[in-house]
């Protein structure tokens, strides 16, 4: 029995629509793990004892991990620094330059954070997200949170 014109229809209709939303990366569970892993690894070859943090584009807590020895401000800290690594596409070091230049307008922009140490996780162009680790100078708070994704990408 053949199939009525609208059926035929809807159905190309819809295929075509399927086929032209885009694909969008996201950070699963093993890019968050492998990470971490990195993250750890520095942190241990540093001798420091650091708080990891890992968000996603709009700045939602994907990972968070206080190390024993870690200050209980690194846990808010990491997390500032990964979401202005995630909202502004950049370096948290990027928001201490500005202040630092003495752009302090800067200061009302929203989860601006001016302290170096979270890195945006960019694909293809594309923010997936921040990491951070806070509890180290901010130099090694950065190395730390570089490795992660260093490891991710296999640098």
Known sequence: MPKPLSVVLAFLVATSFAADLPAKKYLNLVA???????????AKKQNVEVTICIVDESGNLLFLQKADAASL???QFAQKKARHAAFYRSPSK???DAVKKGNLEVLAFPDFFPNQGGLPIKVDGQTLGGIAASGAKSEIDEAIAQAALDVLFKK
């Open 32 to 42: 968050i793990k492998t990470m971490v892993a990195g993250a750890e690894a520095e």
């Open 94 to 96: 990027d928001g201490a």
């Open 73 to 75: 401000n690194t846990i």
